[in-house]
């Protein structure tokens, strides 16, 4: 079975330039998550969809961050304009249900400059 | 009050001793835990899964689970060098549904 699929692995910008992560999930996974884990710290859940729709998004930087999940399978996160602060890990997840196990892909690293 | 704490090390363990990671959650309705191995520059990768009060073994870990008081542990046997990693807890809430995470304790197992 493929696991959560995640592009691109690296990506330096500079500040006030834009930039898309996306994600694969696991066949058949209706949940997905984005998260953001900067060094050294734990996970922060960004925004959480169920098939298409949010679940959550309380801790999105809506001003600037965007996601969308089109048809309930695939999920692109955008950061427009990016600041130095946004330099982190974005790791997807996905999960068959909302309360089930979630496995993650192997994450984007994003470095602004 | 964080929803998930987690106490933030470094623990350290001598191999073959047995090393106990602790956490506590906020919220009383939670449904489902999770504990997260996650080696330096990789992404988090699920070692254990609990539902239910009492314990949940699966080969040299097991998982503690206590409602009542909140707290959700991780145990590990015969510590091995290759169990140093940082380990997450995560909730997920049953209200919302929310997966969760604390920040994690960083473990090192001395040879």
């Known amino acids: 079975e493929a696991g959560v699929a995640q592009s691109p692995r690296y990506k330096i910008i500079e500040k006030r330039q834009s930039v898309a992560f996306w994600c694969n999930p696991i066949s058949g996974h209706a949940t997905l998550y984005w998260y953001q884990q900067i060094l050294g710290q734990g996970p922060k859940l960004l925004i959480q969809f169920q098939n298409n729709g949010v679940v959550d998004d309380s801790q999105l930087p809506k001003d600037r961050f965007s996601a969308e999940r089109l048809k309930g399978v695939d999920s692109t996160l955008k950061i427009q304009p990016a600041k130095l602060e946004d330099s982190a890990v974005y790791l997807c997840?996905?999960?068959?249900?909302?309360?089930?196990?979630?496995?993650f892909g192997q994450g984007t690293r994003l470095t602004v400059v | 009050q964080k929803e998930v704490e987690q106490n933030s090390g470094p623990l350290s363990v001598p191999e073959g001793a047995i090393a106990s990671l602790n956490c506590t959650y906020s919220d009383r309705v939670s449904q489902s835990f999770f504990w997260y191995r996650q080696y330096s520059g990789k992404s988090p990768e699920l070692i254990m899964s609990i539902y239910s009060n009492g314990d949940k073994e699966d080969g040299r870990f097991t998982a503690q689970l206590n409602k009542a008081s909140q707290y959700v542990s991780l145990l590990i046997r015969d510590s091995q060098p290759s169990d140093s990693a940082t380990y997450l807890c995560a909730v997920n809430n049953f209200g919302n549904e929310k997966l969760t995470f604390g920040t994690g304790t960083r473990l090192t197992i001395i040879p």
């Open positions: 997840a996905s999960s068959l249900g909302r309360s089930t196990e979630a496995f």
